[in-house]
């Protein structure tokens, strides 16, 4: 069973992949079919297939951007939080606001019981 500290590890690595394949790869450790995903810019996404072509839309959008988690992953009871920085060569804008080329945000997740992604709710600034 994977740890979820290691499960969201790969979530980051999914988002700041280079290329569909390291992409699709990253999600298969750590997302299922059923798994969801919504933000405040986006509405609910289903699964993996999902998740890749959201991800590399914003690769799309923000050339060279990253993710990477900025605290550990606090958790309990099969649900946890973390935050996170999106870094990017060119400004960020989200949801109407210009964040520069740093977005911070938080990140709520549920895991399902071999501890990948069932949930992720996500928030900026």
């Not at 699709?24 to 072509?53: H, I, L, N, P």
């Not at 799309?60 to 900025?70: D, K, S, V």
């Not at 606001?97 to 996500?122: C, H, K, Q, S, W």
């Amino acid at each position: 069973m994977m740890e979820r500290q290691q499960t969201i590890a790969d979530y980051a690595a999914a988002w700041s992949g280079n290329g569909a394949e390291i992409i699709v790869a990253a999600f298969a450790r750590c997302w299922t079919k059923d798994s969801t995903y919504t933000d405040t810019m986006t509405d609910t996404v289903v699964g993996v297939e999902g998740m890749v072509r959201l991800v590399l839309g914003m690769a799309e959008r923000y050339p060279g951007f990253i993710l990477r988690p900025t605290s550990g992953l606090d958790t309990h009871h099969g649900v946890g939080r973390f935050s996170w920085l999106m870094t990017a060569p060119d400004p960020i804008v989200a949801a109407g606001v210009y964040y520069g080329r740093e977005l911070p945000g938080l990140d709520f997740v549920e895991f399902t019981p071999d501890n990948r992604i069932a949930r992720i709710v996500g928030f900026f600034g």
